[in-house]
């Protein structure tokens, strides 16, 4: 079923005129580690339901939990690499409610002692640079996974049953809240899209995570607030929750800027909740009332000792970091030369890393470029997936342009050897061979074929005669079509120019 609304929403654009956006962004990120937060399971994706579980993570009594020391560095990698101070000593906490994939009735999490506090990032958008503040960066662990089964929606309601699955329960999470973000005004949607972009390159820089949204190991919640100005105090938020494409980051904050400022423009007020978000229809409808303060009862975990990361190591993570996402785009866009518009749209499109594969595989730069923004792009587009997620790595296109700058295949035939790669059949060598793509070079062939045309188009023949050599398109095509593609055009021109001289 489409979730629908009700809900009147104001244009964007009207929004924009009356109000002030606020902005609060909480991303939470899977960990890579091989094992779970607090036991040994594995934390290996896509396992069969509850094969991945033992007494700790499903809260068995008398099971002791032991901190992941992984996690812990990478929980500091990630604070020190948004500026964050990195606590002396910290605790975990348990934040109790229930929820039946939480077996222990309690989230193991931080509260009042993060690991990671007060840091900042930047972000750029259209030429501008946004200061993005970090409240904090803490660890706690994921919970299992509900499936409701038949009902419409795939959520709660309407179902009638669920079922459970642990693999997920305890896996390490860091969850990264910003301050207020505020002054974005009317480009609110893209700093929000922006930012989130920005952390999964950093994420990924620092190689913590796979940061995979479609999977689930990046996640982001929204939270969305307007007031009459700049300098008024802030209006009451609504909070999306699992927000799971960079694109519906961009499109739930300009949704909600419009359902929220139609609220308030009609005298009504915002109500403070959770929301979710609907991809298919782009939308957000209401979840928990938020109105009335939450009690997790929160208290010191008393199975875990205190975590006092020692000082020498701490510096020692923070001298090993590797070149933050700004600086590495500003060398690299210098080392390829290519324009500011040229690089937004290649970081846009996820392709960065995959062009700089391309290149160091023995690409040209505009040729890594072209081929992973216009052909991979389109494909990847077209099956609803991100670039890496295709089946063409950067050596195969660094190679199918080897192939084109070689002349054995043209840029027409060059499409179709990453059909082949892309269908699985091999590398692209293997699939011109299979194929059978490359181009014809043999002259005696051309030749012939060449004769064949003119003597097919005897007006367009004479008209190249009588100097008209724009006319040689027609023949040009009749030749390439023959020869199914396989043909250098320009030779194909040359050809039918010497022989008509
Ligand atoms: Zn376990």
């Known amino acids: 079923m489409t979730a629908t609304t009700t809900d009147p929403v104001l244009s964007f654009d009207e929004a924009m005129a009356r109000f002030d956006p606020v ?22 994706f ?22 992941n020391g992984k996690a812990v560095e990478a929980a500091i990698r990630i604070g020190l690499a948004l500026n964050c101070s990195i606590a002396e000593w910290c605790r975990f906490a348990r934040k109790n409610y229930f929820y039946p994939d939480m077996p222990k009735n309690f989230q193991t999490s931080q509260y009042d002692e993060p690991i990671a506090y007060d840091g ?20 706690e662990e994921d919970t299992g996974k509900s499936l409701h089964v038949g009902g419409a929606t795939g959520r709660i309601h309407g179902a009638d049953h669920s079922l459970v699955d642990y693999n997920r329960a305890g896996i390490p ?17 893209q700093v929000a899209r922006a930012y989130v972009a920005h952390l999964r390159d950093l994420l990924l820089g620092l190689g913590v995570s796979d940061v995979r949204m479609e999977q689930g190991s990046l996640r982001c919640d929204v939270n969305l607030s307007l007031r009459e100005s700049p300098s008024a105090p802030f209006g009451t938020r609504s909070e999306t929750k699992n927000v799971n494409s960079l694109r519906s980051v961009e499109r739930a904050v300009r949704y909600e800027t419009g359902r929220q400022a139609a609220r308030l423009a009609a005298g009504e007020r915002v ?42 190591w701490v510096e020692q993570l923070k001298a090993g970091l590797p070149e933050p996402p700004r600086e590495r785009r500003a060398r690299l866009q210098q080392e390829w030369g290519f324009s500011d518009l040229e690089m937004r749209d290649t970081v846009g499109a996820g392709a960065l890393g995959l062009v700089e594969e391309t290149i160091a595989a023995g690409a040209s730069p ?47 035939l060059a499409r179709q050897v990453f059909d082949g790669v892309l269908a699985g059949e091999g590398t692209p060598d293997e699939v011109v061979e299979k194929r059978g793509l490359a181009v014809v070079s043999d002259e005696g062939a051309l030749s012939a074929a060449v004769d064949r045309a003119i003597e097919a188009n005897p007006d367009v023949a004479q008209k190249i005669r009588d100097g008209k050599v724009a006319a040689a398109g027609a023949l040009i095509g009749a030749v390439m079509k023959e020869m199914r593609g396989q043909a250098d055009a320009g030779r194909v021109r040359e050809l039918i120019l010497e022989k008509l001289a």
């Open 23 to 44: 902005l609060g962004l909480e991303v939470h990120v899977e960990l890579n580690t091989v094992s779970k937060m607090f036991c040994g399971c594995s934390t290996v």
């Open 120 to 139: 900042w990032t930047e972000v750029d958008v259209d030429g501008t640079t946004y200061r993005i503040d970090i409240e904090r960066a803490h660890m």
């Open 366 to 412: 505009a040729a890594a470029r072209k081929w992973w923004l216009s052909e991979m792009a389109r494909r990847a587009n077209e099956q609803g997936v991100e670039l890496t997620a295709l089946a063409v790595t950067p050596a195969d296109v660094a190679r199918v342009q080897a192939l084109v700058d070689e002349g054995k295949v043209n840029d027409k």
């Open 173 to 189: 999470l860091i969850e990264i809240v910003t301050k207020p973000v505020e002054g974005t005004g009317a480009q609110a949607p």
């Open 271 to 312: 109500v403070q909740e959770t929301r979710h978000w609907h991809e298919d229809t782009g939308i957000t409808t209401p979840g928990r009332s938020k109105e009335e303060a939450e009690d997790y009862r929160y208290f010191p975990e008393p199975d875990l000792v205190p975590i006092a990361p020692d000082r020498a």
């Open 46 to 67: 896509g396992a069969p339901p509850n094969t991945q579980t033992c007494p700790v993570c499903l809260g068995l009594p008398g099971s002791m939990p032991v901190v």
